[in-house]
């Protein structure tokens, strides 16, 4: 089953590549996180410094609350269609056929992005940014793809990219029942939680066996909808022979870089084509693309993304709600802010291996964006206010029904009563915010996989494999210059010292008579954990017999750490029971007419396009060339070294035929979020108009509560992909496969 | 700032009538503590002569005679003939306006400009350190007037003279769809060609002869450059130092400058329904224009005044203030930058001599 993007990759942890949003930080902040030490992974959001009292039922009447019909979003599910809301909001009358083309010509690009079929060989469109790591998997020696961008002159040019495949969602089965059964057997939280997670995955064996009976492509995945209220079994087409076929300059297909990320307006070609191949070698047959529209669209017109949003909170109650504002959001910003501040002193100060700490700086910074967007979005009375008004409306339907009410009347006291005991825990956790993760120290990190990797064979381990994954995880990690190692053991120091007080036992055995800083500069001079060499070397002689200054470090710290991460995990299982007991409550007041939270598999979400007001003025529903370069020329003279607004050589002299009026980036009202990237937007004829690759800024709080009022997805529009592979990629070949399609389209 | 405020100007003019007309600036008179008076950093609203890179008392008297004052705003002379620079809201806003109204004007004959009926502008001829702030002079010459200044926290009084001129003729104002783009307000990045010039005559009807000027330049501002603008405000006067910064909006970071390519962006982007929808002959009157040319910028800092010279340390003019933005970082002075207005003036429109009396003008451009 599907808990994130990577396997087992644990809740924790893809919260925060949820938090990363639709957008190129996606793809940075799962590489930044996604390195948990092992599978009792930290749960990084309870921080906390210096209690608040933050009452759990906010004065609603203060506020003008409209509830909104689409508080908890758009974001449809295939089995559920919205064939209703689309009938009256847009005279869509949209049937099983409709909605059957639209889910066949979507796909799962890899585990973190979105993608479609364009045309009927096979011809894919994703992003620029959910397709950099491709690209520099078939980059040659003397070659440099992500700089110069790629095109293949002919279909034999394209390129295969190991261990890429996207995937096509063939069906959906609801397999409720059987998971449901296989929990009600057993008692106590945690337990409950096992089996329901074991049973899913049984049941995706026992399916993707027989499914692979049939036809060797399929592959089952066990979705877990409205907090396990609900489990669906997903067949999956795979595709694994996946080429890259197009791919733009990174400074176009990322153009405004980090600093323009959740930015509108926007002018990002953020695009790149691969292709399909089957198994003997050809391109797929792909009947079930969306043809081209050459028209574009307009605004005000109905449109709809198909993709695979990743995570969405929009279903819990106000106290989980005020938990994420008061602890969770504002010590992992606090962490990050740190974090951030240091890497960018020493990026500035030029010194070897600031290229790796710039990566870090950004990725970061990306996700401090993301988090102080939500944070800002939670400080918004308005917003907790609606949820809270949500929740009374709840309240009250349940009264209403005697029967409803004895099996979930406790259900709100409860889950009020567990943040009261998250908030007691969170002191001594906060300590440990993105500890073990690939943005702390590398000598900490590696100090943490060697205690653990050591005491699993001490203990007689017998999965080889699982010890081999734990010692591949580690010594994937980057080097960091020694100074940068230096100060982020000081600043982790520093917050467990803040977090367990002076005068702690453990803290004091860490120290061992020495302050903070010659304890870290000890550490730093003395270790040979500064790199994977040195590390390695360690694993095999003993990390724990050794003579390292850091093993006595990590044995006084690692203990607390797995003790702290034990009481994290049991405290989510218990609000992951109450938060099932919570939807299985609103499923059965209002049933699917509220779409589960996003789950990193396939929907539909409708929207128009439409611009709105910011800044003090109103942003336009498009940007075109034009704006590309009054970017390039604006921010040129900001630094001589280059920026994020740079152009290549071949775009900074247009060939007259490129239209600069041509329309670039759009917004509509979509619901998307991280995993969105790459997403079709299409018309109401299922044409393509666009290619989700953003939400802006204000979008960001649409993880807690959905908004169309200023909150906007970004696509690129499929105008200027094609204006720009004619005009000056001179893709000829790709413009006719592309424009055919559409053409044959139209023709039927 | 569309309602620029005629208040004070009014005030000024009627408040101190000409009372004097005495000839008295020199550099010994005005001594170094004029210079300390006038350094105003936008940050502190302290620093020293040194800190913030004024260079001498000589430079900050040229940067007052050179800023003309007129109601509400402040224009500054660009040429040794009387040609000055301001907003073009400045001159738009006046109630005397009348003629042209909302279209493009412009004279590039001497014999083609406009006189302003019933507009008044003034520009400094002297000032005098004084004892008593309480003593009064006796009104001279009929076209003089004189106020006294505060110094910037020194408790020091200077005695300011001015000399008054009636004949102004108005050289070019844009068409208003350009000057108002979008019609937006308090905004930046911003894509407005605010800006208006005109000449002062004297008063035998002939060119105003004057030796304190801004050298035009028409490079664009630098990213964390310094600029000054010299300001005339209710009882003080004083040299504002700021920098060509870049802030936080939005969720990435300002331009320093936009481009005229700005313009025609959003012209296509909002559609012809919209406020930056252009007529034809002036989107290919924007078209005709090197497109890359720096056109607003904006600087650390409330502008206290529009239509004042934005000028960078040597004391060549890089723009003019016309508005204030909000920001997340509060208010920030916008200007409308000296190279939009010659990319404008130079190939669409070919205003021959007036480009050619700029660049004579300009120390730059003869390097």
């Avoid at chain 1, 391109?283 to 529209?293: D, I, M, Q, R």
């Avoid at chain 1, 915010?433 to 690939?438: A, D, E, I, L, N």
Wanted: hydrophobic letters at 40%; charged letters at 20%.
């Amino acid at each position: 089953m599907n808990l994130g993007y990577k396997g087992y990759i644990a809740a924790s942890l893809f919260c925060l590549a949820v938090v990363a949003g639709c957008t190129p930080a996606a793809v940075e902040v799962v590489n930044v996180v996604s390195e948990p030490l092992i599978k009792e992974s930290p749960q990084t959001s309870t921080a906390l410094i210096g209690e608040q009292n933050s009452p759990f039922t906010p004065s609603v009447d203060q506020f003008d609350v409209d509830l909104g019909r689409f508080d908890g979003g758009k974001m449809w599910t295939f089995d559920n269609p919205p064939v209703d809301w689309f009938a009256e909001e847009y005279g869509l009358d949209a049937d099983s056929a409709w909605f059957a083309k639209a889910r066949l010509g979507a796909l799962r690009f890899g585990t973190q992005c979105s993608a479609s079929f364009v045309s009927g060989q096979g011809l894919i469109l994703t992003n620029h940014h959910c397709a950099r790591e491709s690209i520099a998997d078939v980059t040659l020696e003397g070659e440099n793809l992500l700089e110069t961008g790629f095109l293949a002159e002919t279909t034999s040019d394209e390129r295969k990219i190991p261990d890429l495949y996207v995937e096509q969602l063939w069906e959906i089965t609801d397999v409720t029942h059987r998971v449901h059964r296989a929990g009600n057997a057993v008692r106590g939280d945690n337990e409950r939680v096992m089996v329901r997670r074991n049973k899913a995955s049984e049941i995706e064996d026992e399916m993707t066996l027989a499914a692979k009976m049939r036809d060797s492509t399929l592959q089952v995945e066990v979705v877990e909808l409205y907090s396990g209220e609900r489990y669906a079994a997903y067949t999956y087409r795979r595709y694994e022979d996946v080429r890259l076929v197009m791919a733009p300059e990174k400074q176009l297909g990322y153009f405004g870089g980090e600093k323009d990320n959740f930015t509108f307006p926007r002018y990002t070609l953020d695009m790149a084509f691969f292709r399909a191949y089957d198994q003997s070698g050809n391109p797929v047959e792909t009947p079930n693309h969306y043809a081209w529209s050459t028209n574009g669209a307009a605004v005000d017109d109905a449109v709809f993304v198909v993709g695979n949003p990743g995570s969405t909170s929009r279903l819990g109650s106000v106290s989980q709600l005020m938990f994420e504002r008061d602890y969770t959001l504002i010590h992992q910003v606090e962490a990050l802010d740190h974090r951030a501040e240091l890497l960018r002193f020493y990026r500035d100060m030029e010194e070897p291996g600031a290229d790796v700490v710039n990566n870090m700086w950004f990725s970061v910074s990306n996700s401090l964006k993301a988090l102080e967007g939500q944070l800002d979005g939670l400080r918004n009375d308005t917003l907790i206010a609606r949820r809270s008004a949500a929740v009374n409306q709840i309240r009250e339907d349940l009264f209403k029904s005697d029967s409803l009410s004895a099996r979930y009347g406790t259900i709100f006291q409860d889950l009020d009563e567990l943040q009261l005991s998250k908030r007691a825990e969170a002191n001594r956790l906060s300590a440990f915010t993105f500890f073990g993760t690939s943005i702390g120290s590398r000598i900490l990190t590696r100090a943490l996989y060697g205690y653990y990797y050591a005491n699993l064979q001490r203990r007689g381990y017998v999965d080889q494999d699982a010890i081999d994954e734990i010692r591949e995880d580690a010594m994937a990690l980057e080097d960091f210059p020694a100074e940068v190692d230096q100060i982020l053991i000081t600043l982790r120091f520093h917050e467990l010292q803040e977090a367990l007080g002076e005068q702690d036992p453990t803290m004091r055995s860490i120290l061992g008579g020495l302050t903070i800083d010659s304890l870290a500069a000890r550490i730093v001079a003395t270790t040979v954990l500064r790199d994977s060499a040195g590390f390695a070397t360690l694993l095999d002689e003993g990390f724990l017999n050794s003579n390292d200054p850091v093993v006595p470090v990590i044995s006084a710290l690692a203990p607390l750490y797995f003790t702290a991460q034990r009481q994290a995990e049991s405290l989510k299982n218990r609000e992951d029971l109450l938060v099932a007991e919570f939807a299985s409550l609103r499923f059965a007041l209002y049933g699917t007419n509220v779409p589960p939270d996003a789950s990193f598999s396939l929907r539909i979400s409708d929207g128009r396009v439409g611009g709105y007001v910011y800044n003090g003025t109103y942003a336009p529903a498009f940007t075109t060339f034009y704006g590309l370069y009054d970017h390039y020329y604006a921010y040129r003279n900001m630094n001589t070294t280059g920026t994020p607004w740079d152009l290549p050589e071949r775009w900074l002299d247009p060939p007259n035929s490129l239209p600069l009026s041509t329309p670039l980036n759009m917004v509509s009202t979509n619901d998307i979020t991280g995993g969105n990237s790459g997403s079709p937007l299409l018309n109401r004829d299922l044409e393509i108009v666009g290619l989700i690759f953003d939400g802006n800024i204000e979008s960001l709080s649409n993880v807690y509560i959905f908004s169309d009022q200023t909150a906007r997805a970004v696509s690129v529009d499929t105008r200027a992909i094609l204006a720009s592979l004619q005009h000056v990629y001179g893709a000829e070949y790709l413009v006719t496969e592309i424009t055919e399609s559409a053409e044959r389209h139209r023709s039927h | 700032m569309k309602n620029c405020s005629i208040l004070w100007g009014l005030i000024v003019f009627t408040l101190f009538p000409s009372v004097q007309a005495r000839q008295i600036t020199t550099a010994a008179s005005t001594s170094d503590s004029l210079l300390m008076s006038h350094i105003w950093d936008f940050q502190a609203n302290a620093g020293t002569a040194e800190g913030v890179g004024l260079p001498d008392t000589d430079w900050v008297e040229n940067a007052l005679l050179g800023t003309l004052q007129l109601p509400g705003c402040a224009a500054a002379l660009v040429s040794a003939n009387g040609l000055a620079v301001t907003s073009a809201a400045c001159l738009r806003s006046l109630d005397t306006w009348i003629r042209p109204g909302d279209t493009l004007f412009v004279a590039d004959e001497l014999s083609q400009e406009h006189r302003l009926e019933g507009l008044k502008v003034r520009q400094l001829s002297g000032i005098k350190k004084i004892e008593n702030p309480g003593d009064t002079f006796p009104n001279v010459e009929p076209d003089m007037q004189s106020q006294i200044h505060k110094g910037r926290g020194h408790g020091s009084y200077w005695k300011y003279s001015w000399r008054v001129y009636d004949d102004v003729r108005l050289v070019f104002i844009p068409p208003i769809e350009l000057e108002n783009f979008g019609d937006e307000d308090s905004v930046y990045p911003r894509y407005a060609m605010d800006f208006a010039l005109f000449r002062v005559y004297d008063k035998n009807d002939q060119l105003l002869d004057t030796e304190s000027y801004f050298a035009w330049n028409d490079r664009p501002p630098r990213y964390r450059e310094r600029l000054y603008a010299t300001v005339f405000s209710k009882d003080e006067s004083f040299t504002r130092v700021t920098i060509l910064d870049r802030f936080d909006y939005n969720g990435t970071v300002s331009p320093s400058f936009t481009t005229m390519y700005g313009i025609l962006d959003l012209h296509h982007s909002h559609g012809a329904m919209s406020s930056w929808a252009l007529p034809a002959e002036l989107k290919s009157l924007i078209a005709g224009s090197d497109l890359s040319t720096a056109l607003n910028f904006s600087v650390a800092g409330e502008c206290a005044e529009m239509g004042v010279a934005i000028i960078d340390i040597d004391m060549e003019i890089l723009g003019i203030s016309f508005d204030n933005a909000h920001t997340q970082e509060g208010l920030r002075c916008v200007g409308m930058s000296t190279a939009g207005i010659l990319s404008l003036l130079r190939s669409p429109l070919n205003a021959k001599n007036i480009v050619e009396e700029l660049a004579e003008q300009s120390r730059w451009q003869n390097r």
